[in-house]
């Protein structure tokens, strides 16, 4: 966090205003110990942040809903029924939405996919056609440049506060809040929306080398051909346990 070094650290909490409250707690002698004071430091600070009520103390809407004290309007809970289900938006596949074992959700499965964003010419490195931001396989992460099965995933990020933000995705190709949704909606249905066209055809994955586009998650919701109808409650339940809809 922006200190030198363990010394830094250590010499902040001893003249700074917790430091009283760090001796009682760890004892008289403890800045004594550079190695040890730095040890008590790492362990308040993950008390602290196992501390749900100070360190995530989750106030929105859906937060109150968890705790049921705060009931959803129909459109929203159309909404998280969507966001849910696995034949349409199926977001909870990678941004889980429950709470599981009281913990309340991060909106992230902290895996990596692949989604295939449009690229956007704004970033200067771009101007050059041979460069690409492959994510996990570089160029700016290294470790990892030799698998090309990782190239072109991003890590899934929060939804917490996501509509607080203007640009969305990696590399900001998106702009708006509804716009990020409308991509995973019709990426498949609707390419000519994201993707350039160039003569009589569309570019897909323009921010991607052919050779990695079938590391790209195709399930659902990416999984709508041309022309395909969104899936709604009646065509799903048409669809399933083979009952049909005048049943
Ligand atoms: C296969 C896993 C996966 C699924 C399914 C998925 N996402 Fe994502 N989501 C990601 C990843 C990975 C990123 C970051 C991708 C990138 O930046 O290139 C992301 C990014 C986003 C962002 C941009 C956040 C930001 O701050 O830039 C939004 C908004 C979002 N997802 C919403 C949704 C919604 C809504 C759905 C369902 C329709 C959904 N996601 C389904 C993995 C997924």
Request: proline content about 6%; overall charge positive; aromatic content about 12%.
């Amino acid at each position: 966090m922006a200190n030198a070094d363990l010394e830094a650290v250590v010499a902040k909490i001893e003249h700074g205003r917790s430091a009283r409250q760090f001796r009682r707690v760890f004892g008289e002698r403890i800045f004594d110990d550079r190695a040890l004071t730095f040890k008590a430091v790492l362990l308040a600070l993950e008390t602290f942040q196992q501390e749900p009520q100070e360190f995530y103390p989750y106030s929105s809407k859906y937060d109150a809903y968890l705790r049921g004290t705060a009931a959803l309007s129909p459109q929203e809970q159309r909404g998280l029924g969507i966001f849910n289900d696995p034949r349409r938006g199926n977001c909870a596949r990678c941004h889980p939405s429950a709470l599981r074992a009281g913990k309340f959700p991060q909106f992230t499965d902290f895996g990596y996919a692949a989604l295939g964003v449009p690229r956007n010419a704004a970033i200067p490195a771009n101007q050059n056609a041979g460069y690409f931001d492959l994510g996990v396989c570089g160029p700016w992460r290294t470790d990892l440049k030799n698998h090309p099965e990782y190239c072109g995933l991003f890590r899934t990020p929060t939804l917490r506060n996501v509509a607080t933000r203007a640009v969305f995705f990696h590399n900001g190709a998106v702009r708006g809040l509804a716009n990020a949704v409308r991509f995973y909606a019709s990426r498949d249905s609707n390419p000519e929306n994201w993707y350039p066209r160039v003569g009589s055809s569309i570019v897909k994955f323009d921010d991607l080398p052919k050779s990695f586009v079938e590391n790209l998650d195709t399930l659902s919701p990416f999984d709508k051909d041309g022309g395909a109808q969104p899936e709604n409650e009646r065509s799903r339940s048409r669809r399933c346990c083979g009952i049909s809809a005048s049943a």
